[in-house]
C-alpha cells in the first residue's frame, strides 16, 4: 500500500487510508493519481452516500433493548445529540466529518461546556470512535472532485480580486451544476434555459 501511494505520488498513508476506513471519500487528483499507477479505471466507482448526524444518531437509538450494546449505543447517541447542539450543526444535513470534529474539541475547552477536562477528554474519545466505528469518515462532496469548465473558472475566481466569501460560496454553485450536468451555455441570466438544455438536465 506504502509502494502503491508513493508510486502515485501521494502521502504515504493514503492507500492505506481509503482501505481502511471504507467511508472515506478520496478526492478526485487522489483517484487520478492512483488511475495513472495501476491502470484501473477508479474515477467512476459507485460510492457510499455520506451519512448525516441525524441518520448516525437514529442508527444508535434503534439497537434493540435486549442487545448487550443496548446502553452504550444510546449513550453515544447522547454524546453525539450534545455536539450538534453545543456546535450549532443541523443534524439532518451535516454530514459527518470526523476532521471537523476533532477541530471543534481542539479549538474549545472543556469549561466553556461546564465540564472536566477528564470528561470533555471521554467525549472526544467516544464521539471520535463511534464516527470510526460506523464508517463515517467522509467529507461533503466539493471543487475538487469535478473537473472542466466548471473547475477551470473556479480557479480563475481564486485568482481573482472577488471578496473571499464569493470565493468560498462559488465552489458549492459549480459542483451543483455539475453534478446536475448543466452545461455553462445553457446557464442564462435572469431567465430560463433554453429548452434543449431543460430537456437534457
Not at 10 to 25: E, H, M, Q, W, Y
Request: proline letters at 6%; charged letters at 20%; aromatic letters at 8%.
Amino acid at each position: 500500500m506504502r509502494a502503491l501511494s508513493l508510486k502515485a505520488g501521494l502521502n504515504p498513508k493514503a492507500v492505506s487510508d481509503i482501505l481502511r476506513f471504507n467511508g472515506i471519500s478520496p478526492k478526485r487528483s487522489t483517484l487520478l493519481a492512483l488511475e495513472q499507477a495501476t491502470g484501473l479505471p477508479l474515477i467512476n466507482l459507485p460510492t457510499k452516500v455520506a451519512k448525516t448526524y441525524a441518520d448516525l444518531i437514529s442508527k444508535l437509538h434503534s439497537v434493540d433493548p435486549d442487545d448487550p450494546a443496548h446502553n452504550k449505543s444510546h449513550r453515544l447517541a447522547r454524546r453525539l445529540s450534545w455536539l450538534v447542539r453545543i456546535a450549532n450543526w443541523v443534524a439532518e444535513t451535516r454530514v459527518v466529518s470526523r476532521a471537523e470534529v476533532v477541530a471543534f474539541f481542539e479549538k474549545n475547552h472543556p469549561a466553556r461546556f461546564g465540564l472536566s477536562p477528564f470528561s470533555y477528554s471521554t467525549y472526544k474519545s467516544e464521539i471520535i470512535s463511534v464516527i470510526d466505528q460506523n464508517a463515517c469518515r467522509n467529507r461533503k462532496r466539493g471543487i475538487a472532485d469535478i473537473h472542466g469548465p466548471y473547475k477551470e473558472v473556479h480557479s480563475a475566481i481564486n485568482e481573482s480580486d472577488f471578496p473571499l466569501h464569493q470565493k468560498n460560496s462559488s465552489g458549492s454553485f459549480f459542483v451543483f451544476l455539475f453534478d446536475q450536468g448543466i452545461r455553462p451555455s445553457c446557464i442564462m441570466p435572469f431567465g430560463k434555459p433554453h429548452m434543449a438544455c431543460a430537456r437534457a438536465v
